[in-house]
Nanobody
Framework: QVQLVESGGGLVQSGGSLRLSCATS????????MTWYRRAPGKERELVAG????????NVADSVKGRFTISRDDAKNTVYLQMNSLKPEDTAVYSC?????????????WGQGTQVTVSS
C-alpha cells in the first residue's frame, strides 16, 4: 500500500538547522511531484516547497526562500527538505504530499507529518 513517512523533525534552537526526509513506497515515486506543507497551531496549512517529477523545477514559499531547499532522490524514493536559519515562526507540523494527474484524475497521497519546534 501507499506509504509516506516523514522523519527528521524535532526541537532546535533559533538559527539552527534540520533536514526532513519523506520516504515513500507503494507508488511510482519518480512520476509524482512532491511538496512539503506545514501547519502551525491555529493557522491554515501552508505550502512550503515543491519539486517537480524529475526534479527539474522547484519552488519555495517567500517565507522560507533562501533558508529552505527541497530535493529528491528517485533511487531512494525520498524527498528532502533542508531547513537552515530556523526561526520560531517555522514551528509547525511538516507533511509531505505526492501528486500527479492521470488523465483527468488527480491522485495525491499524504504523510502523517513530523513536528518541528524552534525555540527562541
Amino acid at each position: 500500500q501507499v506509504q509516506l513517512v516523514e522523519s527528521g523533525g524535532g526541537l532546535v534552537q533559533s538559527g539552527g538547522s534540520l533536514r526532513l526526509s519523506c520516504a515513500t513506497s507503494g507508488f511510482t515515486f519518480s512520476l509524482y511531484a512532491m511538496t512539503w506543507y506545514r501547519r502551525a497551531p491555529g493557522k491554515e496549512r501552508e505550502l512550503v516547497a515543491g519539486i517537480s517529477s524529475g526534479g527539474g523545477s522547484t519552488n519555495v514559499a517567500d517565507s522560507v526562500k533562501g533558508r529552505f531547499t527541497i530535493s529528491r532522490d528517485d533511487a531512494k524514493n525520498t524527498v528532502y527538505l533542508q531547513m537552515n536559519s530556523l526561526k520560531p515562526e517555522d514551528t509547525a507540523v511538516y507533511s509531505c504530499n505526492a501528486a500527479r494527474w492521470i488523465d483527468i484524475t488527480h491522485r495525491n497521497y499524504w504523510g502523517q507529518g513530523t513536528q518541528v519546534t524552534v525555540s527562541s
